[in-house]
């Protein structure tokens, strides 16, 4: 399992006062990057090819070891003095959302925070093992999963904090969940959460925010609360500074950019179609049953480190996901292989509690949520338009420079 390797020491420190970053042998963790193990050249993902060309679970597992060859093509725009924050309802959703992108700007070198805003208690688990942890029977699922979100960010390699502190606000549940009206519920959260990403935006002075659309990604009760208190964070900031004439803070507040992220719906369906069979217990979707967007405005290419990571951290949490790799967790005892066809645009099949199959997609996609345009280059305006493909941007590019 790839958490094992990753033997790290995590100071825990709450409102992002102190970040904590994940520490190996008293210094940073060295980078990871995968060894190509099989001869299909993809790396964090196998194939079965064929009935006689079975990987054996060891054989499959991405190997994440030191990299000694730190050269890419990312590497040659520093990204050190940026800063970005993604708001994240729950663990597992910095991995899923937007794991590709968080690790490509921490390898590049920007400043990056995962602000998670709930512990996820009321999630399912995925196969048997731990059943007895959910919120219905012994309600341990929330603790569980911080073990699982530290994991997941080491692998990203970016710090991470809890909005209000470890706690402060629950998981709510899907709408109608008996959970939608324990006190502690995030969604009525009120004021004081947007107090509280305020306070960590004013101490870290992104100009990037993750989040969600208005919908929540796929309609989440939390994922619309992530989304509402991130953009009313950012006009808390602009209304206090044009209350106190902090022209300094004004003229921040009105760089900071919002990225929603999304899943565009040509290339789940193009995903799909490279995945031609499904783990033994696994199904295909119906058509429309993922959400997704008909328009993204931009793409996000992931390069192998940057799946290699995303899937580490996907794996991390192993009571909500299931990776097609055939490596095995304590939730997960027996391997699942699919087949792809074509890993052009793939790479790495998953499933969440649910068991329906999806692709991990080489490319993460992106909607301007608000705040300055986004140019090619800090020169060429962007223009996103409604069925359009959306623009292919260098992750420098989000920032303005
Ligand atoms: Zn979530």
Redesign the pocket.
């Given at each position: 399992m790839c958490h094992q390797l990753f033997a790290v020491r995590l100071a825990v420190h709450d409102h992002c006062s102190v970040p904590y970053w994940p520490v190996a042998s008293g210094r940073h963790m060295p980078r990871a990057r995968v060894r190509e193990i099989h001869q299909c050249g993809r790396t964090g993902f196998v194939q079965q090819q064929s009935a006689d060309h079975m990987p054996t679970t060891s054989q499959s597992s991405a190997i994440l070891q030191p990299d000694s060859h730190p050269v890419d093509a990312c590497s040659v725009r520093d990204l050190t003095g940026q800063s970005i924050i993604a708001v994240?309802?729950?663990p597992?959703?910095e991995a899923?959302w937007t794991g590709g992108l968080l690790a490509q700007l921490a390898r590049r070198g920007a400043d990056v925070t995962v602000v998670t805003c709930t512990l996820?208690e009321q999630?399912e688990v995925i196969s048997d093992p731990l059943q007895g942890l959910v919120a219905d029977h012994a309600d341990q699922l929330g603790g569980y999963r911080h073990t699982e979100l530290q994991q997941s960010l080491a692998a990203l390699q970016v710090r991470g904090c809890y909005l209000g502190g470890i706690g402060t606000y629950r998981d709510s549940g899907m709408v109608g969940d008996a959970a939608n009206s324990h006190p502690r519920a995030f969604i009525h959260s009120g004021e004081q959460a947007v107090e509280d990403l305020v306070a960590i935006i004013d101490r870290l002075r992104p100009s990037l925010l993750v989040t969600y659309g208005p919908d929540?990604?796929y309609g989440?009760p939390?994922?619309i609360r992530a989304h509402e208190i991130t953009h009313a964070a950012v006009a808390q900031l602009l209304a206090s500074s044009a209350h106190t004439g902090d022209d300094s803070l004004h003229t921040y507040a009105q760089s900071i950019r919002i990225l929603w992220a999304v899943t565009w719906q040509p290339a789940l369906e193009t995903g799909s179609r490279a995945i031609a069979a499904a783990p033994d217990g696994w199904r295909i979707p119906q058509p429309e049953e993922i959400a997704c967007v008909a328009d993204a405005d931009i793409a996000i290419a992931l390069d192998e480190a940057d799946c290699a990571a995303k899937i580490a951290a996907m794996k991390a949490h192993a009571t909500q996901l299931w990776i097609a790799d055939g490596t095995t967790a304590v939730t997960r005892p027996a391997p699942a292989y699919a087949t792809v066809t074509d890993f052009s645009t793939v790479c790495g099949v998953f499933a969440l509690s649910n068991l329906i199959t999806q692709p991990l997609l080489r490319r993460e996609y992106y909607q301007l949520g608000a705040g300055p345009a986004l140019s090619h280059s800090g020169s060429t305006p962007l223009s996103p338009a409604s069925g359009q493909p959306p623009h292919l941007v260098d992750s420098a590019d989000l920032f303005l420079r």
């Open positions: 994240h309802a729950h597992d959703d899923i996820g999630g929540g990604g989440h939390d994922h």
